[in-house]
């Protein structure tokens, strides 16, 4: 497969200088490069992944300048961006990651103004912003990555009332709520972390009683249990920090 890419690719190279504005074949060029860079990291060579990723964010910027006002060169180009952010991330390039990320994200709150009521745009928004909360905190910046985690839980919260029965949407209102309490816990805010913890819990259970044979949701409710017995701790609540563990441990051995 990789023999046929990189022929393919030398093809729609040639053919984008002979014909610099064709859409298609920058369309093309650019999907021959990202999967060649899938399989070179497959294989281990960041270098080139990287090099491919890097031209294919280059096609995409251009066919996004071609057409600024196109939905899927948009797209695209926050897709291009984000996995040259992923790779940064896996490289330890941790500010060329965060510039990628933070890009992807002021795009994407344009496509999401600009098509409020779309439940992907919503989702890879709560994507983005989580994105650059997880970037920052590995900086170890984690009064910065609160207003990302933030942004993310109002995004989840909003989805989860306009969809109230997509799981995915009220998987992402119990995931941004508990990396909140987390992020708010080593802020030594114990009051909201303790709310953040709580809210995830009840939203963990609630997914639990509705299906009985989720074992993802059960392992949630436990994990959730854990979150506010923590903060119950860092507040010195003995009694409360104890009362949660009593609650989990049923669920452990379940």
């Known amino acids: 497969a990789q023999s046929v890419l990189d022929e393919m690719l030398a093809i729609l190279r040639e053919l984008a200088t002979q014909a610099p504005e064709n859409t298609e074949v920058l369309r093309l060029t650019g999907i021959a490069c990202s999967r060649l860079a899938d399989l070179a ?130 998987r992402f209102q119990s995931l941004s709520a508990e990396v909140l309490a987390d992020v708010l816990l080593e802020l030594e805010q114990w009051e909201d972390a303790l709310r953040f913890a709580q809210k995830s819990l009840e939203i963990s259970r609630t997914l639990a009683e509705q299906d009985p044979a989720d074992g993802q949701a059960e392992r949630d409710v436990l994990i959730g249990h854990l979150k506010v017995a923590k903060v119950h701790l860092r507040k010195e609540d003995d009694a409360a920090c104890l009362a949660c563990l009593e609650r989990a441990l049923p669920i452990a051995y379940s």
């Open 41 to 170: 990291i497959g294989q281990g060579q960041l270098e080139r992944a990287t090099e491919l990723y890097q031209e294919d964010l280059v096609i995409a910027t251009k066919r996004f300048q071609n057409r600024p006002n196109d939905l899927t060169t948009r797209r695209d180009l926050c897709t291009s961006l984000d996995r040259v952010g992923n790779l940064s991330l896996q490289r330890g390039q941790l500010e060329q990651a965060m510039s990628s990320f933070l890009e992807s994200r002021r795009i994407r709150q344009e496509l999401h103004a600009a098509e409020p009521a779309s439940l992907k745009a919503s989702q890879q928004l709560f994507v983005s912003c989580m994105k650059c909360g997880d970037t920052r905190m590995l900086q170890q910046n984690v009064a910065a990555a609160l207003p990302d985690y933030e942004q993310a839980s109002d995004l989840a919260d909003q989805m989860a009332l306009d969809h109230p029965n997509n799981t995915i949407a009220i």
